[in-house]
């Protein structure tokens, strides 16, 4: 069985740990898998006890890894340096033979710890950060951060064994920016979803939350 070291990174306006990512956690631990998460967060104390506890249950082991807020230019990459040392304890501590960082932030700070020359890397690519924040938030695509958070994306899929993302689509831009260090056939594709109630206890339920949906949200649903 092998020992996997999850490395992720929220807000404290989302729960995709909790919600999308523990339960699939919480699968590999009892098929007898080790499972390890740093958890990069600036949520309150109550949160992070609730995803302790969950934790707690199937045996995975948590650290909490603080995120500098300041200076806002710099506090993102002081928080993946020191990131970086804790993934190369945890990975010293615990065996880790696969590294799976989630998003760009857990990405470079796993460049950092030079884990990747002796580990697996499993890249969960989490969308296109670095795009979105052009496309969705105004931003410059010829700033020094969206060019700094390419390259990290580069990197890390050229340092990556395999990849992991949501649609069949993203397949052909991560093989490219990748510059073939990752062929298709490893990219896999994983839908982002919450589990859903089950139907066989709360049938009537299902249908009615469900089945029969009157709107539907697509986003984040916070704490």
């Not at 729960?15 to 998460?37: C, D, M, N, R, T």
């Not at 710890?113 to 924040?133: H, N, Q, T």
Request: charged share 25%; hydrophobic share 40%.
């Amino acid at each position: 069985m092998a020992s996997i070291l999850f490395v992720n990174w929220e807000g404290p306006k989302t729960s995709y740990l909790e919600g999308v990512f523990l339960p699939i956690l919480q699968g590999l631990a009892k098929k007898g898998h080790s499972i390890s998460i740093l958890y990069f967060g600036w949520e309150s104390d109550n949160k992070f006890e609730r995803v302790t506890q969950k934790c707690q249950i199937h045996g995975i082991h948590l650290v909490k890894a603080d995120v500098y807020r300041k200076p806002v230019a710099l506090g993102g990459v002081i928080s993946a340096v020191v990131g970086g040392f804790q993934i190369k304890q945890i990975c010293k501590t615990r065996n880790v033979d696969v590294i799976i960082p989630r998003s760009l932030m857990p990405a470079l700070a796993t460049l950092i710890s030079l884990c990747k020359r002796r580990k697996s890397i499993v890249y969960e690519a989490d969308g296109f950060p670095a795009d979105e924040m052009i496309e969705f938030r105004g931003g410059n695509p010829r700033s020094i951060t969206y060019r700094a958070l390419r390259e990290i994306e580069r990197r890390i899929l050229m340092a990556s064994h395999a990849a992991i993302t949501r649609t069949n689509a993203s397949i052909e831009i991560l093989t490219e920016r990748s510059l073939g260090k990752i062929n298709s056939d490893s990219i896999f594709v994983v839908p982002s979803r919450r589990p859903l109630p089950d139907a066989k206890t709360n049938s009537a339920s299902l249908r009615k939350q469900v089945l029969s949906p009157r709107l539907c949200y697509v986003g984040s649903l916070g704490e």
